[in-house]
């Protein structure tokens, strides 16, 4: 504008550095939607203490829980849920107890004068249930099955279906008056409530502890004489917190103890099918993780999901901010100055130098924006407003020429490119 005050060759080089595209990167910008690491840590950290918090806690009750209940129903464990109780009092009347793995092992073990205790049998697969089922029907001795459930009583118990789970008023249950089992009536009240209730079509079977008018602890007649199963709806009977109360251990002594052997099958992860190891479709990691564990992954996940779209950055249009303290351009651009000195960045200077006053000098000749790095059609249009003479440099070299080597060229440069800018202003 005529009349305006121009910079001097000084403070238009310094305002090509702070107006140009493309600033030095390594200068800290304050932008609308950027973030530092320390405001990303201000933000987070009450979510990342909060989530220590549960982990830790949630470590430690795992640590408390299986110590608890390790073993459980082992009768080597002496914790609280082992049965190692049970296995002492059976060994003090002679018995012998061997501890099996698996169905195969438990198969052949079984016997007229042995009696099998299946811990898991809902825990079984179809290979294991038809040789516990081929036990029963052959050893001619007796098999107890703990808290058998619909998963398993069609193999190991046909006729037999369970009558409500889990819902008895008290686990400690009286015999009844129908029950003609001596085992039960000589031991009186035990713990065999709280878990299932029986009901059976089988002739020649025996109920004892009702609850809510049905069974939880049932003995069927096998096709061997002298054979039984025993089907007892929990097991708490067998573990050692429980053993000194009521008749819980008259009732174990003696659905355990009426053979000299006793097999005590605990179902492991060795215990595989080996129809399907022969034909090499063993089970995979995700076959033994429980059904409700993947319920739990697909909450934590959709919970991570959701906390991830809570903290996410937003993206939106920029908003202006109000600093807290104000700087002065010129400050701002000696910093960017000096940040270029130091780093020996001529080059990069002498781009941003270039591209200003490129875009300025489009704009005081009419080339459009879009043009203004194009030099077919800048320099024509600069060398045609400069009516006094050849400038001491070309156009061409000043707006599109190598870059300096030395700092004194670089200076020079920033002057010859204000010059320019200066004559086209003034022509």
């Given at each position: ?203 020649g079977a025996a109920g004892c502890y009702p609850s809510s008018g049905h069974p939880t602890l049932l003995v069927l007649p096998t096709g061997v004489p002298g054979g039984d199963t025993v089907l007892l709806g929990s097991e708490d009977v067998f573990l050692n917190k429980n053993l000194a109360a009521e008749g819980n251990a008259s009732l174990a002594l003696q659905l355990l103890g009426s053979r000299p052997h006793l097999v005590w099958y605990l179902p492991s ?159």
């Open positions: 504008m005529p009349g305006a005050p121009r910079p001097a060759p000084a403070e238009a080089s310094a305002g090509a550095l702070a107006t140009a595209p493309g600033g030095p990167a390594a200068l800290p910008r304050t932008t609308a939607g950027g973030t530092s690491p320390r405001d990303l840590w201000t933000r987070s950290r009450g979510f990342l203490v909060a989530f220590a918090v549960l982990l830790a806690a949630g470590l430690g009750l795992a640590a408390l829980s299986s110590g608890a209940r390790h073993g459980y129903l082992d009768p080597r464990s002496a914790d609280p849920y082992g049965s190692q109780a049970v296995a002492e009092l059976l060994k003090a009347r002679g018995v012998t107890t061997r501890v099996v793995t698996t169905a195969e092992e438990a198969a052949d073990a079984a016997g007229p004068d042995a009696t099998l205790l299946v811990t898991d049998p809902d825990r079984l697969g179809e290979t294991q249930l038809r040789s516990v089922r081929s036990a029963i029907d052959l050893s001619g001795g007796r098999t107890v099955l703990l808290a058998p459930s619909t998963l398993s009583l069609p193999a190991l118990a046909p006729g037999t279906r369970t009558d409500g789970d889990g819902d008895a008023p008290d686990t400690d249950l009286a015999p009844g008056t129908a029950c003609t089992l001596p085992a039960a009536t000589t031991a009186g009240r035990a713990a065999t409530g709280g878990g299932h209730r029986y009901t059976a079509t089988t002739p992860l060795a215990d595989g099918d080996p129809d399907a190891a022969g034909t090499g479709e063993g089970q995979d990691f995700f076959d033994l993780i429980p059904a409700g564990w993947s319920w739990a992954l697909l909450q934590l996940f959709l919970a991570a999901a959701v906390a991830a779209l809570w903290r996410a950055r937003r993206l939106g249009p920029l908003v202006t901010e109000h600093l807290p303290v104000l700087i002065r351009a010129s400050e701002a651009t000696e910093g960017r100055a000096r940040l270029y000195r130091k780093a020996d960045a001529r080059d990069r200077a002498a781009t941003v130098l270039r591209a200003a006053a490129r875009e300025r000098l489009a704009a005081l000749v009419g080339v459009p924006a879009t043009r203004a790095h194009d030099p077919a059609v800048l320099v024509p249009a600069v060398a045609a407003r400069l009516t006094a003479g050849p400038p001491p440099h070309a156009p061409d070299a000043l707006l599109f020429g190598t870059a300096p080597t030395t700092d004194a060229a670089l200076i020079a440069l920033a002057d010859h490119l204000d010059a320019l800018e200066r004559e086209v202003r003034t022509s």
